[in-house]
């Protein structure tokens, strides 16, 4: 679908340029799955870090910014705000991703902001305002095929792959095209057998 391959256009990106990041993916995938099979659903409890990656590349590629509209059907109170009826709301999950209270330093790509110091607990506060798929009645009805979809495809590509800059090229341009999702500009990468 085109939300998840816009998701992992971004994925690139962020591997790209935090180069860091992709290393200790790497590392933990060997350690954990080898490079003789491909990383599966049940990989994933023991692999938190590369499941941190995933967390963060989401919340910063933040691909449906302006959510779906609301129209308040009744005179409505939300967080102390009054909402009168017949009102047009434009939700933005930016406003929660981005978000200072959960997220220090929200401009930062950093996925262990995911994990306690431990490196394996999940961080109660960033996954409680992890909404890129949003919340409540009308939630992502394929939230759950997404999530499977992004673990498994970016993990078998990081684990077979590097991802790099070509020589004498530069780093892809972080700024998002706008439009119904925001997407990465085209970009070059040199792409390099692992196994
Ligand atoms: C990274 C991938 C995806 C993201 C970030 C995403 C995000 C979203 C968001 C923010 C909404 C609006 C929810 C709301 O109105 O509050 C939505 C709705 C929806 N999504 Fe996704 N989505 C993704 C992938 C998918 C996939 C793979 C499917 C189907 C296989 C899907 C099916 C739907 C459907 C049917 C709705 C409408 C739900 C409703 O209005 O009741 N999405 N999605």
């Known amino acids: 679908m085109e939300t998840t391959a816009t998701t992992l256009r971004w994925a690139i990106v962020f591997l790209v340029t935090h180069q860091d990041v992709q290393k200790k993916m ?17 990989d994933k409890m023991d692999l938190p870090y590369s499941t941190a990656v995933v967390l963060e590349m ?14 308040t059907t009744v005179d409505t109170e ?21 978000g200072p209270d959960a997220y220090a330093d929200p401009d930062r790509f950093d996925p262990s902001r995911f994990l306690e110091s431990d490196g394996k607990t ?17 939630v992502c009805a394929g939230e759950s095929l997404a999530r499977m979809e992004l673990f ?9 792959y590097s991802f790099d800059v ?22 070059e990468c040199k792409v390099t057998l692992r196994i």
């Open 152 to 160: 498994i495809i970016l993990l078998s590509l990081v684990q077979r």
């Open 78 to 98: 939300i967080g102390g705000h009054s909402i009168p009826a017949h009102t047009t709301i434009f939700p933005q999950i930016t406003s929660v991703l981005d």
């Open 166 to 187: 070509p020589k004498g090229g530069s780093l892809p341009d972080m700024t998002p095209i706008f439009g119904a999702t925001l997407t990465p500009h085209p970009y």
């Open 26 to 42: 790497q590392k933990e995938i060997d350690d954990v799955v080898g490079r003789d099979r491909r990383p599966t659903m049940a």
């Open 122 to 138: 999940f961080n109660k506060t960033a996954m409680d305002h992890f909404v890129p798929f949003s919340l409540g009645k009308r």
């Open 58 to 71: 989401q919340r910063k590629a933040n691909i449906v910014s302006f959510n779906v509209p609301r129209y």
